[in-house]
């Protein structure tokens, strides 16, 4: 079993910068592949990106792609999300979640989830 926490949402003005964090803990949350979605009021729940339980492999949605960047320090069972360049776009709930230690991109591939936290982003 792992309990993830996210943190570091907020409200942030188009073209700014926001990290969100992801504290894992349980049973040996550095094995798990480590995922940010985000679900948007009225949309199904979104890959955002994904990185394996080593860090030496991540992934993105096209969307975000050169502007969100992942990341994961396993001493510290901590994994982030830097935002840079947001777009009103971007606003949602962001969860982080584990699962496959490889990191995948799908909702089904991820066992443990934590309540989200919102990131609003004004135009």
């Known amino acids: 079993q792992v309990q993830v926490v996210e943190s570091g949402g907020g409200l942030v003005q188009a073209g700014g910068s926001l990290r969100v964090s992801c504290a894992a803990s349980?049973?040996?949350?550095?094995?798990?592949?480590m995922g940010w979605f985000r679900q948007a009021p009225g949309k199904e729940r979104e890959f955002v990106a994904a990185?394996?339980?080593?860090?030496?492999?991540?992934s993105y949605v096209d969307s975000v792609k050169g502007r969100f960047t992942i990341s994961r320090d396993n001493a510290k069972n901590m994994v982030y999300l830097q935002m840079n360049s947001l777009k009103p776009e971007d606003t949602a709930v962001y969860y982080c979640?584990?699962?496959?230690?490889?990191?995948?991109?799908?909702?089904?591939?991820?066992?443990?989830w934590g309540q989200g936290t919102q990131v609003t982003v004004s135009s």
């Open positions: 979640a584990a699962g496959q230690a490889g990191g995948t991109t799908l909702v089904r591939d991820y066992w443990y």
């Open positions: 990185v394996s339980w080593n860090g030496d492999r991540t």
């Open positions: 349980g049973r040996t949350p550095s094995g798990y592949g």
